[in-house]
C-alpha cells in the first residue's frame, strides 16, 4: 500500500510551492518480475496543453481524456487570467505556448513567471520572433529568460524567420497561436530542426480543427481562422508515460503483459517510436481498440549495444539509459543536445545517478555513452533534480533492487498517478 505521512494533496504541493514537502519514496522490489496487469494513463500532456489553447481561441472546441498533470493545470489556469502574474511553475510548453497567447491577445497585461529553473530555460529566440510580429514583451529579470512582462498586441505582420535547433516548442507556440493572426503566418526554419514530431502534433491538430496549414522545406505556413465548426477531439494517452511500462518490460520475465489504455495506432505523440525501440528488448507491441498490449518475449541474444538517435524523440532518452543499464547492454545515444535545457540538465543528471549505480558513462553536451555493466548497486537514493522524468526513469529499477528516489512526487509534473500504477505492478513504495 502506498503510505503518505502527510496531507500535502499532489496538486497543492505544486500549486502552493511554499508547501511543498520533499517526499523520499523507500521502493522495494515485488517477488518476481512476472506481470500480468491493465493500466490506464491519462491523456498526453503535449495535446492537451496545444488543445487548451485552441480551446481558447476556438471555444466550440470540445476535450475527452485530457491529462490530469501539473502542466495541464497550470496552462488551464494560466489560459483564464487576463491581468496580473501568471506562474507556469515547471511548465516548459506552458511558458512557451502561453507567451505566444498573451502577445497576441489584446487587451491582456501578465507577468509571466515560472519556477526558478523555468527561470534558467532560454526564451529569447520565441520573444525575438514574437517582437519582430510586433509584440510588446520585455524581460523582468535576466535578458532572454523568464519571467516576461507582455502586454498583448493584434498581431498584423505575417512572415518571420527563427532558429529552430533549440526548442521546437518555440515554433508550435507561434503555429498555435497563428489562426488568430489578420493575415495567418509564415514561418521560415534556419538550421537543424529538433523535436519535429512535435511541430507535426501541432499541425496536425490545427488541421483536424480546420485550420489550412503546410509544411515544407523548412517553411511552415497557418491560414488564418476566425472560427471552427463544433469539434470533439479525444485526446490521445500519453506515449511518455507509457515509455515507463516499456522500461519494466525490458526487465520482466517472458511471457508477462502490460496493457495500456487509451492509445491509437495512429499517433500523433512522436514517442510512440518506442514500439520499435524496445523490440531491441524483445517488447513486443499489439493493439486491439485502444489498447496497447506489451509482451514479453526472450531479447535476442545479440542485442547487447544499442545505437539510436533520439533528436526527434528526447523525452525518452533517460528510460532507455536505465534500461540498458538495467540489462548490462552498453549503448551510445546521439541527437541529445536539447536535453541540457529541460527541467534539469539530463545529461548531467544521468550521469551522476547512473555512476553511483555503478554505471561506466560518459556523456557529452548531446551525447551519452554506456559501457555494458554486471552489476547494480543496491539500496543507492536517486535524487531527481526537480526532473519527473528522472524519478519515472529510474523506478523500473527498483523491481530489481531496493532503491530511493528523492522528491517523489515530482512525478505530478506529467503523470501525477506514477506511483500508484507502480504500486498496481507489485512494486513496494512508501513515502516519508
Ligand atoms: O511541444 C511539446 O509538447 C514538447 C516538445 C519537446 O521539447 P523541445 O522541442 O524543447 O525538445 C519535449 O521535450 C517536451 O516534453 C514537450
Ligand atoms: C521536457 C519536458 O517538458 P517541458 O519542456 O514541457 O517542461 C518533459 O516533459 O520531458
Given at each position: ?197 512535435y511541430i507535426k502534433m501541432t499541425l496536425r491538430l490545427l488541421d483536424k480543427i480546420g485550420v489550412k496549414t503546410h509544411f515544407e522545406g523548412n517553411t511552415i505556413q497557418v491560414w488564418p481562422k476566425q472560427g471552427v465548426n463544433t469539434t470533439n477531439m479525444t485526446v490521445e494517452s500519453d506515449w511518455s508515460s507509457a515509455s515507463y511500462f516499456y522500461s519494466i518490460m525490458a526487465l520482466a520475465e517472458a511471457g508477462s503483459r502490460i496493457s495500456l489504455t487509451a492509445y491509437t495506432q495512429d499517433s500523433l505523440q512522436g514517442d510512440s517510436v518506442l514500439q520499435e525501440i524496445y523490440r531491441f528488448f524483445g517488447v513486443e507491441t499489439t493493439f486491439a481498440d485502444d489498447t496497447l498490449t506489451l509482451t514479453k518475449k526472450e531479447r535476442p541474444e545479440a542485442n547487447t549495444h544499442l545505437e539510436l538517435d533520439l533528436v526527434n524523440a528526447p523525452d525518452i532518452a533517460q528510460t ?113
Amino acid at each position: 500500500m502506498l503510505v503518505c505521512t502527510t496531507s500535502i494533496s499532489l496538486g497543492l504541493y505544486f500549486v502552493n510551492p511554499s508547501k511543498a514537502h520533499f517526499l523520499k519514496a523507500t521502493l522495494t522490489p515485488s517477488e518476481n518480475l512476472r506481470f500480468n496487469s491493465d493500466i490506464v494513463i491519462t491523456g498526453s500532456k503535449s495535446e492537451t496543453n496545444r488543445l487548451l489553447l485552441l480551446q481558447a481561441l476556438f471555444p466550440n472546441v470540445a476535450l475527452n481524456n485530457v491529462s490530469n498533470s501539473d502542466d495541464a493545470q497550470v496552462m488551464q489556469a494560466g489560459l483564464g487570467k487576463t491581468e496580473g502574474e501568471v506562474d507556469i511553475h515547471h511548465a516548459g510548453t506552458a511558458m512557451r505556448f502561453l507567451t505566444a497567447f498573451f502577445a497576441t491577445q489584446a487587451g491582456r497585461e501578465v507577468l509571466l513567471t515560472g519556477s526558478p529553473r523555468m527561470k534558467e530555460r532560454p526564451i529569447k529566440v520565441l520573444v525575438e520572433a514574437l517582437q519582430d510580429l510586433g509584440a510588446d514583451i520585455s524581460y523582468a529579470a535576466n535578458e532572454g529568460y523568464p519571467p516576461l512582462k507582455i502586454k498583448g498586441n493584434k498581431m498584423t505582420k505575417e512572415w518571420v524567420s527563427l532558429p529552430a535547433n533549440i526548442s521546437s516548442q518555440y515554433i508550435s507556440a507561434l503555429l498555435l497561436n497563428a489562426p488568430h493572426f489578420e493575415n495567418g503566418l509564415t514561418l521560415e526554419l534556419i538550421g537543424e530542426i529538433t523535436s519535429v514530431p512535435y511541430i507535426k502534433m501541432t499541425l496536425r491538430l490545427l488541421d483536424k480543427i480546420g485550420v489550412k496549414t503546410h509544411f515544407e522545406g523548412n517553411t511552415i505556413q497557418v491560414w488564418p481562422k476566425q472560427g471552427v465548426n463544433t469539434t470533439n477531439m479525444t485526446v490521445e494517452s500519453d506515449w511518455s508515460s507509457a515509455s515507463y511500462f516499456y522500461s519494466i518490460m525490458a526487465l520482466a520475465e517472458a511471457g508477462s503483459r502490460i496493457s495500456l489504455t487509451a492509445y491509437t495506432q495512429d499517433s500523433l505523440q512522436g514517442d510512440s517510436v518506442l514500439q520499435e525501440i524496445y523490440r531491441f528488448f524483445g517488447v513486443e507491441t499489439t493493439f486491439a481498440d485502444d489498447t496497447l498490449t506489451l509482451t514479453k518475449k526472450e531479447r535476442p541474444e545479440a542485442n547487447t549495444h544499442l545505437e539510436l538517435d533520439l533528436v526527434n524523440a528526447p523525452d525518452i532518452a533517460q528510460t532507455i539509459a536505465v534500461s540498458c543499464f538495467a540489462l548490462g547492454i552498453s549503448c551510445d545515444l546521439v541527437g541529445l543536445h536539447t536535453l541540457k535545457i529541460k527541467e534539469t540538465d539530463r545529461l548531467e543528471a544521468l550521469q551522476t545517478e547512473l555512476s553511483k549505480l555503478g554505471a561506466q558513462i560518459e556523456v557529452t553536451d548531446k551525447s551519452l555513452h554506456l559501457k555494458p555493466s554486471t552489476k547494480i548497486n543496491e539500496g543507492v537514493s536517486i535524487a531527481t533534480y526537480h526532473d519527473h522524468r528522472m524519478a519515472m526513469a529510474f523506478a523500473p529499477l527498483a523491481f530489481k533492487v531496493p532503491l530511493y528516489v528523492e522528491d517523489a512526487m515530482v512525478v505530478s509534473k506529467s503523470y501525477p498517478d506514477f506511483w500508484t500504477d507502480m504500486e498496481k505492478l507489485g512494486l513496494g513504495v512508501v513515502m516519508v
